[in-house]
């Protein structure tokens, strides 16, 4: 099974800046698009960022122009650069690779609070 492990979350004061990293196990050969995912207390998993094999790149409305995602296909890692952030964007980040299927991160916790 392809194993997603995510890295850098943590707490930020507003305007602070965050990067997230998520490597997959194995080789990125078969995976095409990939990105990340958030979860707020009390809502529904969103969509924020997505980044195809070929670096085409997709944002949620909310994080446009302060979210950068970004991927090292040699590093099988996918990246979300987080600038600006607000107390809003606080969630558990999940990244994702879509293959045959969908495989998960195990998230990571994102606070941004003074």
């Known amino acids: 099974q392809v194993q997603l492990v995510e890295s850098g979350g943590g707490l930020v004061q507003p305007g602070g800046s965050l990067r997230l990293s998520c490597t997959a196990s194995?080789?990125?050969?078969?995976?095409?698009?990939m990105g990340w995912y958030r979860q707020a207390p009390g809502k529904q998993r969103v969509l924020v960022a997505r980044?195809?094999?070929?670096?085409?790149?997709n944002y949620v409305d909310s994080v446009e122009g302060r979210f950068t995602i970004s991927r090292d296909n040699a590093k099988n890692t996918v990246y979300l650069q987080m600038n600006s952030l607000k107390p809003e964007d606080t969630a558990v980040y999940y990244c994702y690779g879509e293959s045959l299927k969908v495989y998960w991160g195990q998230g990571t916790q994102v606070t941004v609070s003074s």
């Open positions: 194995k080789s990125s050969f078969s995976i095409n698009a």
């Open positions: 980044i195809t094999s070929g670096g085409r790149t």
